[in-house]
């Protein structure tokens, strides 16, 4: 080959774009899932996010991806088990599906002490204590004052966060029990006696029998055991 032609290959190849057959790194595609599914949790509220990627095979062999990744989850789950889709739309199309659990650590009002079914839970066996959560918190107690007076259902172990369900308010009315009944009318609150024809928690509807009148009406059971008649 001559001189001249040598000078005509060397141009070519600065003007023909260079495909590389490097492939695409496995971390990197762990990585894009993981950010992905932290700052889902983060615009949903959540803070310090952990999110750990199931390994990837390492024998996965990809083009290496000229456009930046994209992600995108079809489920509705931020915390717990989630799965990520990272896809590459150029120079070969290709998607990865990956897998990840996302946990975050929040401080939870949680009972200090194991309690029993029908045991009236105090002040005292609650505190405070940082849980590391995989799922939505959604039907979790994060306000002592929801605990506090209330009645286990069941059973409960120390430290471990309380749903709603754990839970129930305490029975401050016996059937046959005599009760004041708070009753509105044209403003103005009359009071009046009663009788109680089931037990009652405060906010239940209980079913009373007006002492004077005879009459019985439903009512709303509040706080100290008076019936409001709306």
Known sequence: MTHKNWIG????????????????????????????????????????????????????????????????????????????????????????????????????????????????IGQNDVEWREQEVSRDLVGYLTDELKIIGKEARKHLRSGNPLRASDLISPQIIERGQTVDLVARSSGLLVNMQGKALANGAEGDRLLVQNTSSGKKVEGLVMAGGTVLIQ
């Open 9 to 120: 290959v060397a141009l070519l190849a600065l003007v023909i774009p260079q495909i590389s057959y490097a492939g695409q790194s496995v971390s990197s595609i762990a990585a894009a899932a993981a950010l992905f599914a932290e700052e889902r949790a983060t615009r949903q509220g959540y803070e310090n996010v952990t999110v750990n990627v199931r390994p990837l095979d390492s024998r996965i062999s990809l083009a290496a991806c000229t456009t930046p990744l994209a992600t995108s989850s079809s489920g509705e789950r931020v915390l717990g088990p989630v799965s990520v889709a990272v896809k590459c739309k150029a120079p070969v199309p290709w998607t990865v599906h990956v897998r990840a659990t996302v946990t975050t650590t929040v401080e939870l009002p949680v009972l200090a002490y194991a309690v029993n079914r029908g045991d009236i």
